[in-house]
């Protein structure tokens, strides 16, 4: 069975930084691409960042670009997402999610990051 | 990066059909046959309904079915019930690693 598990969210004043990780199993991790995405409260869905199955290729969304890096540890199933200079907009339920043949497919239930002063 | 438009909300007795849009652009949803669905309970994690614009993952009731248009995309969910009360996400891929969600659409199941 696929599973991906979040954490690391919590509360955090704006200008700070946290440290999300996903942990995955249940399928050959290092062949996947692993995404993050994201849901501010009220809204929608928002695709964040990618990286590819082997960790040499990365992928941003023009709205974290420069503040979010995506890395993963193929040896532990486990991506982490680094986000810096955390502004009141970044609060949301942050989901990591698997993808297949570029269809995302598999979602964790994710992790809420809230940024507030 | 915009996000796909869908309709806030639609409803249906049970038993009836109901389609609801996914409106892109030629650069996700014209270009690319990979346009997928998710359903979402709040507080779980979102479900693939549809994938590649009509396929539906094992598992996945043939109640839902998918297509698209030129730049559109719909779902439809037919013999609605009860359980089908959820909030549902279009997602469409949108080259090099990238994917464009749409705001999501809430059934209500009358």
């Known amino acids: 069975e696929v599973q991906l598990l979040e954490s690391g969210g919590g509360l955090v004043q704006p200008g700070g930084s946290l440290r999300l990780s996903c942990t995955a199993s249940g399928f050959i991790f290092s062949s996947h691409a692993v995404t993050w995405v994201r849901q501010a409260p009220g809204k929608g869905l928002e695709w964040v960042s990618a990286?590819?199955?082997?960790?040499?290729?990365?992928y941003y969304a023009d709205s974290v670009k420069g503040r979010f890096t995506i890395s993963r540890d193929n040896s532990k199933n486990t991506v982490s997402l680094v986000i810096n200079s955390l502004r009141v907009e970044d609060t949301a339920l942050y989901y990591c999610?698997?993808?297949?043949?570029?269809?995302?497919?598999?979602w964790g239930q994710g992790t809420l990051v809230t940024v507030s002063s | 990066q915009s996000a796909l438009t869908q309709p806030a909300s639609v409803s249906g007795s049970p038993g009836q059909s109901i389609t609801f849009s996914c409106s892109g652009t030629s650069s996700d949803v014209g270009t690319y046959n990979l346009v997928s669905w998710y359903q979402h309970h709040p507080g779980k994690a979102p479900k693939l309904m549809i994938y590649?614009?009509?396929k539906r993952p094992s598992g996945v009731s043939n109640r839902f079915s998918g297509s698209k248009s030129g730049n559109t995309a719909s779902l439809t969910i037919s013999g609605l019930q009860a359980e089908d009360e959820a909030d549902y996400y279009c997602?469409?891929?949108?080259?090099?690693?990238?994917?464009?969600f749409g705001g999501g659409t809430k059934v209500t199941v009358l």
């Open positions: 990286i590819t199955g082997g960790g040499g290729t990365t």
């Open positions: 590649e614009g009509s």
């Open positions: 999610a698997k993808v297949t043949a570029s269809t995302v497919d598999y």
């Open positions: 997602c469409s891929y949108a080259g090099a690693n990238t994917w464009v």
